[in-house]
């Protein structure tokens, strides 16, 4: 048995005040002290809410890192390429080659999307396999035509290998307070930063706030984008518009319903089933989700799979009504002879298109290239 003398007892109690003074000043008693800053996303006039996923807020670290993962070669194989290798800035973050090439130049089959607004999405792809943006992001890693590479190797590298000032490990500390890298991980920091590559800065949209005036031109375009397509006489309803909103209609101006549609390209699907690889559902046939037409001008090639290189082909499909097939959407006009849209009125819908442009997005230096 110890007796407590009182040399004892006075030890023990400066021993005690020790211990409580290092708690209560903070001590971290050799751990590491976390505290990431919160990051609110400044939504456009009449957009609406974002919806953030609750297990990844947005944090000013986790975005930094993101955006420092979308540039990084380490996410390919042999660390030829990198997210922005398919999504060039000035394409409106989109690869202006008819197909997406991945290391040692393989080619896809499909051109890569525009990456704008995509917070606002409720799938990817252009087959929709894809149903959050964190699930998108973890494919083209180990796509075998894209950057070719297993998370296990990616995840060894920005753990161990060299990148001079940078500090990955610290990074991730920094974003999610833990120093152990994951692929979970990876994809949360560069999901966040996709979220902030945010496009509402174009003619249209100063417009809408009522900062300048479309053109006679821009505006007619505008009123022919809204209105039905077709002949009344041949086409009920018809207005002899351009039948654009049903697919891309300006609600939450984001010019794209994000539904699927078979826009009468081809007859048949056999060179790309579309979405049908996704659900099975053999009325998904030749049906591809439809894209934004934010920065639409600086987007070409056009279609999943560029088979369109400029702005006056696109217009001139959907002008003569496209191919018929078996799924084709019924507001294709391919069986009364397409919309019959006179030069001067083609003229004017890529006017308008041209006015939603956003060269503030395009130029964004937080969205480019930092290594």
Same mark, same amino acid.
């Given at each position: 048995?110890?007796?407590?003398?009182?040399?004892?007892?006075?030890?023990?109690?400066?021993?005690?005040?020790?211990?409580?003074?290092?708690?209560?000043?903070?001590?971290?008693?050799?751990? /590491?002290?976390?505290? =990431?800053?919160?990051?609110?996303?400044?939504?456009?006039?009449?957009?609406?809410?974002?919806?953030?996923?609750?297990?990844?807020?947005?944090?000013?670290?986790?975005?930094? @890192?993101?955006?420092?993962?979308?540039?990084?070669?380490?996410?390919?194989?042999?660390?030829?390429?990198?997210?922005?290798?398919?999504?060039?800035?000035?394409?409106?973050?989109?690869?202006?080659?008819?197909?997406?090439?991945?290391?040692?130049?393989?080619?896809?089959?499909?051109?890569?999307?525009?990456?704008?607004?995509?917070?606002?999405?409720?799938?990817?792809?252009?087959?929709?396999?894809?149903?959050?943006?964190? !699930?998108?992001?973890?494919?083209?890693?180990?796509?075998? @035509?894209?950057?070719?590479?297993?998370?296990?190797?990616?995840?060894?590298?920005?753990?161990?290998?060299?990148?001079?000032?940078?500090?990955?490990? &610290?990074?991730?500390?920094?974003?999610?307070?833990?120093?152990?890298?994951?692929?979970?991980?990876?994809?949360?920091?560069?999901?966040?930063?996709?979220?902030?590559?945010?496009?509402?800065?174009? /003619?249209?949209?100063?417009?809408?706030?009522?900062?300048?005036?479309?053109?006679?031109?821009?505006? @007619?375009?505008?009123?022919?984008?809204?209105?039905?397509?077709?002949?009344?006489?041949?086409?009920?309803?018809?207005?002899?518009?351009?039948?654009?909103?049903?697919?891309?209609?300006?609600?939450?101006?984001?010019?794209?319903?994000?539904?699927?549609?078979?826009?009468?390209?081809?007859?048949?699907?056999?060179?790309?089933?579309?979405?049908?690889?996704v659900t099975g559902f053999?009325?998904?046939?030749?049906?591809? /989700?439809?894209?934004?037409?934010?920065?639409?001008?600086?987007?070409?090639?056009?279609?999943?799979?560029?088979?369109?290189?400029?702005?006056? !082909?696109?217009?001139?499909?959907?002008?003569?009504?496209?191919?018929?097939?078996?799924?084709?959407?019924?507001?294709?006009?391919?069986?009364?002879?397409?919309?019959?849209?006179?030069?001067?009125?083609?003229?004017a819908i890529i006017a308008?298109?041209? =006015?939603?442009?956003?060269?503030?997005?395009? &130029?964004?230096?937080?969205?480019?290239?930092?290594?």
């Amino acid at each position: 048995m110890v007796v407590m003398t009182p040399q004892i007892a006075s030890k023990y109690l400066i021993l005690s005040a020790f211990v409580f003074s290092a708690i209560a000043s903070g001590c971290d008693c050799g751990e /590491k002290t976390w505290e =990431a800053t919160a990051y609110t996303i400044d939504i456009p006039p009449f957009f609406p809410p974002m919806d953030i996923p609750a297990d990844n807020p947005m944090t000013e670290e986790g975005i930094q @890192l993101g955006r420092l993962l979308f540039w990084e070669t380490s996410l390919s194989l042999d660390n030829s390429i990198t997210c922005g290798s398919c999504h060039a800035p000035s394409s409106s973050f989109s690869d202006p080659n008819q197909y997406s090439s991945g290391v040692n130049g393989t080619l896809g089959d499909r051109n890569a999307s525009v990456i704008c607004n995509l917070g606002w999405s409720s799938s990817f792809f252009w087959d929709g396999r894809a149903l959050t943006l964190e !699930d998108q992001i973890r494919d083209p890693v180990e796509h075998p @035509l894209e950057m070719n590479v297993s998370w296990e190797v990616v995840v060894t590298r920005l753990m161990n290998d060299d990148f001079g000032e940078l500090d990955y490990p &610290q990074l991730f500390f920094n974003a999610f307070g833990s120093d152990n890298i994951t692929e979970d991980l990876v994809v949360k920091a560069i999901a966040q930063f996709i979220r902030t590559m945010i496009s509402a800065d174009s /003619k249209f949209d100063k417009w809408r706030r009522g900062e300048t005036n479309l053109t006679d031109s821009e505006y @007619l375009g505008y009123q022919l984008f809204l209105k039905e397509g077709g002949d009344p006489e041949v086409n009920p309803g018809g207005e002899f518009g351009a039948d654009c909103f049903h697919c891309h209609g300006e609600a939450g101006l984001q010019f794209s319903d994000y539904l699927f549609h078979n826009n009468g390209l081809d007859a048949s699907f056999e060179n790309d089933p579309g979405r049908v690889n996704v659900t099975g559902f053999v009325l998904d046939s030749g049906l591809f /989700k439809t894209p934004t037409l934010r920065n639409v001008a600086l987007s070409a090639p056009y279609m999943h799979d560029g088979r369109f290189t400029s702005l006056e !082909d696109v217009i001139e499909h959907y002008n003569s009504g496209g191919v018929s097939s078996s799924t084709i959407d019924p507001f294709m006009k391919y069986t009364t002879g397409g919309l019959a849209l006179a030069p001067q009125q083609k003229d004017a819908i890529i006017a308008f298109l041209h =006015a939603l442009t956003d060269t503030t997005f395009i &130029q964004n230096p937080n969205f480019h290239d930092p290594h």
